[in-house]
């Protein structure tokens, strides 16, 4: 069974610009969570969907957004993008809850 | 806030030694406590988690203690290995869905 797949594994854009990640669960998981994760903030909970609707919201500002599409694959959009955004952003999937498995992640650089 | 407190932040172990990292929360709303394993480089993997309802989980090498009354829950490992080598992160979750809340990490050094 494959796991999580992230898409790019690596990205560099330059402050200002806007970024899509994306996420594909294991098949048959319904829920899709994003993290943020910083060697200072450490792991930061971004959102989740679940069956295409956002179940729960982080406390990030509204240019970090999200979606689900009807084959559970799910996108984060972050716009205007600013240095202190640069991270790896973690996907993870799951059932419906608990038991989250994560993706290798993406390892977003901002210059 | 930190909603979820670890320690220690970095761990020294033989090789054969018993590792042990403590995490403690104040939200009663937590419903289910994983423990990841990150490797540099890779996502946190999943390890072992208990639910408040059972006070001890073992798979393996790995145990979860749990205590509700203190809010306070550890990850023992036995007979730990260099390969065991890696962050471990504590983690909880109201049962509304999948938002984890995180320790801060501990780094953990086994030592041949």
């Known amino acids: 069974k494959a796991g999580v797949t992230q898409t790019p594994r690596y990205l560099i854009k330059t402050r200002g610009q806007q970024v899509t990640l994306s996420c594909s669960p294991i098949?048959?998981?319904?829920?899709v969570s994003w993290y943020q994760q910083t060697p200072g903030q450490g792991l930061q909970f971004l959102f989740e969907?679940?069956?295409?609707?956002?179940?729960n919201k982080g406390n990030f500002p509204g240019r970090f957004s999200g979606r689900q599409f009807s084959n559970s694959r799910s996108e984060m959009n972050v716009s205007t993008l600013e240095l202190g955004d640069s991270a790896l952003y973690l996907c993870?999937?799951?059932?419906?809850?608990?038991?989250?498995?994560f993706g290798q992640g993406t390892r977003l650089t901002v210059v | 806030q930190q909603q979820v407190k670890q320690s220690p932040q970095s761990l020294i172990v033989q090789k054969g030694g018993i590792s042990i990292i403590n995490c403690a929360y104040e939200?009663?709303?937590?419903?289910?406590f994983p423990w990841y394993q990150q490797f540099p480089g890779k996502g946190p993997a999943l390890l072992i988690a208990?639910?408040?309802?059972?006070s001890e989980k073992k798979e393996g090498r790995f145990t979860i203690s749990f205590n509700k009354s203190a809010k306070q829950f550890s990850l023992h490992i036995m007979d730990s290995q260099p390969g065991d080598s890696a962050t471990y992160f504590c983690?909880?979750?109201?049962?509304?869905?999948?938002?984890?809340?995180f320790g801060t990490g501990t780094s953990l050094t086994v030592i041949p």
């Open positions: 098949s048959g998981h319904r829920s």
């Open positions: 993870a999937s799951s059932l419906g809850w608990a038991e989250a498995f």
């Open positions: 208990i639910r408040p309802d059972v």
């Open positions: 939200n009663t709303a937590f419903d289910y």
């Open positions: 969907y679940f069956s295409e609707t956002q179940r």
């Open positions: 983690a909880a979750s109201p049962n509304t869905g999948n938002q984890f809340y």
